[in-house]
C-alpha cells in the first residue's frame, strides 16, 4: 500500500488496481444509486445485490472465521454494512478488524470514510470539504454541471482521481464551462468532487501548515506558503521568499500565537478524536480563525531539512518532534515488556 494525501478526506489510500478497492467503488455506488432514486423498482436491485454479498460473507465467516491480518472479506463486509445503513454494525466491525491489523490502510481508509459520513469526527471550529464519488462519464457529460449543483456543490470545486498522490490527477474547476474537460483530463471511471477551501490570507497567498501528534502532543512541523492553490512544502515558494521563511520561523516557535486559540482547540479535539499514538494533520485557516482540514492520518512523514542554511531555523522544531517520536515508541516497548 502506498502512504495517504487527501485533500479533506483523510481515507483515500487505496490502490486503484485492487479488488480489495473495486469491490469497495462497486459498494458506494450502488449504495448511491439505491438513495438516489427512491421510488423506482428497478433501482433498488443494487440494495439487494449487496444484501446478498453480505449474507454469502456472513456464511463464510461462521464456517471459518478469517484470521490475522488477512481482513479483505471483513474490511468488505464492513463496507458493505455501511452502504446499508447498518453503520453501528460497520463501526464496530471495522474496531474489530483494526484490534488485530491496526496499520491495515483500507480498513483505517475505510473507517475514516465511515465516521465521517456519520458525524463522528465533527468537530466545533473545524471545517471539513464535502467530497463525494462521481462517474466521471456524467461529469465529463451535458449533465455533468445540472448533477453537480442537483447535489448542492458550487464553483470552484475540486475534482480528484482515487489513488493518487503528492497532487497527481487533482485539479482545480473555476466554472461549470470547464467541468466537462477537467473531467475528461483525469483517469478512472469515478472521480471525487471536492468542495474548494480557500485558503489563501490577506496578501493571496495560500496556507498549508502542518503539525504532528505523538503521544498526545501536538508539535509544529512546518507551514508552506505559494502562490498556487495546491501547496506542497517541496513545490511552495519557501526557498525562495526570506518572508515566507519567517512566518514559518514564527509558527514553529510559537504555535499557540500563530494559530490562535480557536485553532489550537480545534488540534486538540481532532487529537482526542482520533487517538493515534503518531499522526499528522494538514490544514489552512478561514477568515474567522476556523480550522480548514485538509487532512489527518498516521502515515505522514518528517522529513528533516537539507543542511542548507536557510533551513536552519527548523531544525530545532524538527529535532523535538524526532525526540518526541524516540521516546514514544521506548515507552510503549516498556509497556509491551511488562504486559
Known sequence: MRGCESAGKWYDCKSPTSSLARTVKRSKQNAALSRGVAGSGRLWAPRLAQESRLRQLEDSFARHRVEGEAVEPEIERAVLLGALNRRADAQQAFIDILRRAPANFSAL???????????AIDVAGVVTPRTIAMPRDLLAGADGASSIADRQFTFPLLLRSPGYHTGRNFILVASAAELAAAAVSLPGADLLVIEYLDARGKDGNARKYRVMMIGGQIYPLHLAISRQ???????????????????????????????????????????????????????????????????????????????????????????????????????????????
Open 229 to 339: 492553490w495546491k501547496v506542497h512544502y517541496f513545490t511552495s515558494d519557501m526557498a525562495d521568499k526570506p518572508d515566507h521563511r519567517l512566518e514559518e520561523a514564527s509558527f514553529l516557535g510559537d504555535m499557540p500565537a500563530a494559530l490562535g486559540d480557536k485553532a489550537i482547540a480545534a488540534l486538540e479535539q481532532i487529537r482526542d478524536a482520533l487517538g493515534l499514538d503518531y499522526g499528522g494533520i494538514d490544514f489552512g485557516l478561514g477568515p474567522d480563525g476556523d480550522l480548514l482540514l485538509f487532512e489527518a492520518n498516521a502515515t505522514m512523514v518528517i522529513v528533516p531539512p537539507n543542511p542548507d542554511e536557510r533551513w536552519a531555523y527548523r531544525r530545532a522544531a524538527i529535532g523535538k518532534i524526532l525526540d518526541a517520536v524516540v521516546a514514544m515508541i521506548v515507552q510503549k516497548s516498556a509497556q509491551a515488556g511488562r504486559a
Open 109 to 119: 481508509n475505510e473507517f475514516g470514510a465511515l465516521l465521517t459520513d456519520m458525524g
